[in-house]
Nanobody, 124 residues
Framework: QAQLIESAGGSVQTGGSLKLSCTTS????????IGWFRRGPGKEREGVAA????????SYAEPVKGRFTISQDSDKKTVYLQMNSLKPEDTAMYYC?????????????????WGQGTQVTVSS
């Protein structure tokens, strides 16, 4: 049974940093994309970053490029999202998800397995 467990989020002030982790189990890790998605208050879900675990290739949404970094520890089957220079508009529930290879890794519909989500709040 596939499982993805996000670490606790948190509350920070504008300009602060947070690091989320997503620990996975129950599927063949290096055959999946692991992505981070978020849903802010009153907003639709959006893809934030993704990593093709087989090669480490990464993809980022434009709003987070240069501020967020996705990485992995293959031995631990864990993916991280380092978030720097956080802004109030980054406030959202963050989810990690696993899905097969896709030409659009930031599209949520390609993902099969989802974590429960973790709240990130950025105050001004």
């Amino acid at each position: 049974q596939a499982q993805l467990i996000e670490s606790a989020g948190g509350s920070v002030q504008t300009g602060g940093s947070l690091k989320l982790s997503c620990t996975t189990s129950g599927f063949t890790y290096n055959l999946y994309y692991i992505g981070w998605f978020r849903r802010g208050p009153g907003k639709e879900r959006e893809g934030v970053a993704a990593i093709w675990t087989n090669t480490g290739r990464t993809s980022y949404a434009e709003p987070v490029k240069g501020r967020f970094t996705i990485s992995q520890d293959s031995d631990k089957k864990t993916v991280y999202l380092q978030m720097n220079s956080l802004k109030p508009e980054d406030t959202a529930m963050y989810y990690c998800a696993a899905g097969p290879y896709s030409s659009n890794p930031l599209e949520a519909s390609h993902y099969n397995y989802w974590g429960q989500g973790t709240q990130v709040t950025v105050s001004s």
